[in-house]
Nanobody
Framework: QVQLVESGGGLVQAGGSLRLSCAAS????????MAWYRQAPGKQRETVAS???????NYVDSVKGRFTISRDDAKNTVYLQMNSLKREDTAVYYC??????????????WGQGTQVTVSS
């Protein structure tokens, strides 16, 4: 079994910053791609950022230059540093990790979601 625990969401004023964390624990051999998604009310879930095991990153255009994804493999944790937040960043943020677990397969695991609300 693998568990993911997210933290770091909250209420912030426009222009402010938040740092999200997603820590994995359990039957983990290694972690491949780590990613952050978000879903705003009435909208589809979208990929915000991703990072490979080699450290290559990708971002949706709307957050480029403002958000930074990083990982700490020793802690099985992925982070999302969010700066210059805008009202349109308001959403529930989810982490998704592709994990090689003791089943011998690469499985995708989702975090429970954390609310980010940006006020004007």
């Amino acid at each position: 079994q693998v568990q993911l625990v997210e933290s770091g969401g909250g209420l912030v004023q426009a222009g402010g910053s938040l740092r999200l964390s997603c820590a994995a624990s359990g039957s983990i051999i290694s972690i491949d791609v780590m990613a952050w998604y978000r879903q705003a009310p009435g909208k589809q879930r979208e990929t915000v950022a991703s990072i490979t095991s080699g450290g290559s990153t990708n971002y949706v255009d709307s957050v480029k230059g403002r958000f930074t994804i990083s990982r700490d493999d020793a802690k099985n944790t992925v982070y999302l540093q969010m700066n210059s937040l805008k009202r349109e960043d308001t959403a529930v943020y989810y982490c998704k990790l592709y994990i090689f677990d003791y089943s011998g397969r690469r499985n995708a695991y989702w975090g429970q979601g954390t609310q980010v609300t940006v006020s004007s």
